[in-house]
Nanobody, 129 residues
Framework: EVQLQASGGGVVQPGGSLRLSCAAS????????IGWFRQAPGKEREGVAC????????YYADFVKGRFTISSDSAKNTVYLQIDDLKPEDTAVYYC??????????????????????WGQGTQVTVSS
């Protein structure tokens, strides 16, 4: 059974940083693409970033603008999302996702309405002064 356990969210002041973690199990970690989506209140969900363990290839949504960094630790089967210079508009529930298809996950980030196969529960990030 695929399991994706996201953690690390919280309340942060503007300009602060957070590192979200996604502990993955139930599938071959190194053979999958794992990523992050988010959904802000009253908005459609949007893709943030994804990573392919096979060659450490990464893809970021255009809005990321260098503030988000995705990484992984294969020894822990964990993917991280470092978010720096947090802004109020980053307030959202952040979801960890996984799929065996790299191009599908990238397409899901680019084109609304497409979705990776597996989703974990979200972790809330609130940016507020």
């Amino acid at each position: 059974e695929v399991q994706l356990q996201a953690s690390g969210g919280g309340v942060v002041q503007p300009g602060g940083s957070l590192r979200l973690s996604c502990a993955a199990s139930g599938f071959p970690f190194d053979d999958y693409t794992i990523g992050w989506f988010r959904q802000a209140p009253g908005k459609e969900r949007e893709g943030v970033a994804c990573l392919r363990r096979q060659n450490n290839e990464k893809y970021y949504a255009d809005f990321v603008k260098g503030r988000f960094t995705i990484s992984s630790d294969s020894a822990k089967n964990t993917v991280y999302l470092q978010i720096d210079d947090l802004k109020p508009e980053d307030t959202a529930v952040y979801y960890c996702v996984a799929d065996s298809r790299w191009h599908h996950v990238v397409h899901s980030i680019i084109v609304p309405g497409f979705s990776p196969d597996y989703w974990g529960q979200g972790t809330q990030v609130t940016v507020s002064s």
